[in-house]
């Protein structure tokens, strides 16, 4: 049995690598970083979330959101407002360019996807998530 666990570990690290390959060629296209892109993506779904949560969510120091977030507003993907609950905390938004560059890095993570999974039927795509999250928790 250690043999098909082996070869398995094998070819999740391929497509692992495959799929990273491809997401950071979209990213260079874009002249951003995966960490970029993951901070966009998150404020997208955490409209006007103070930079503290993205601190959380990345498990990084509240500086390094800071800046994270600082060079990704100078390339206007952000904009930062003062909370009005309360005036510490900056609220992010993403502007109407950062909305876009979203848009596509959807659309060209769904393409990748796709493309990974064609020929897979939707209950094979279900069992497959089922089985990778319970992977993901193992690790």
């Known amino acids: 049995m ?3 666990d082996f070869i398995i570990e094998r070819l999740i690290m391929r497509v692992g690598n495959q799929c990273v390959n491809i997401r950071n060629d979209n990213l260079k296209k874009r002249e951003i970083t995966s960490v970029q892109s993951e901070t966009l993506l998150y404020f997208e779904a955490h409209e006007g979330a103070p930079i503290w949560n993205l601190k959380k969510h990345l498990n ?3 500086q390094a959101a800071r800046n994270l977030v600082e060079r990704i507003r100078l390339k206007d993907y952000l904009y930062l407002e003062t909370s009005k609950e309360d005036a510490r905390f900056k609220c ?3 502007t109407e360019k950062g909305k876009y560059i979203c848009s596509e890095l959807k659309k060209e993570g769904t393409s990748a996807g796709q493309q990974l999974l064609k020929g897979l039927s939707a209950e094979e ?3 497959l998530l089922e089985m990778l999250e319970r992977m ?3 690790v």
């Open 2 to 4: 250690a043999d098909i």
């Open 60 to 62: 990084i120091s509240h």
């Open 92 to 94: 992010v938004y993403l």
């Open 125 to 127: 795509k279900e069992k």
């Open 136 to 138: 993901s928790k193992n």
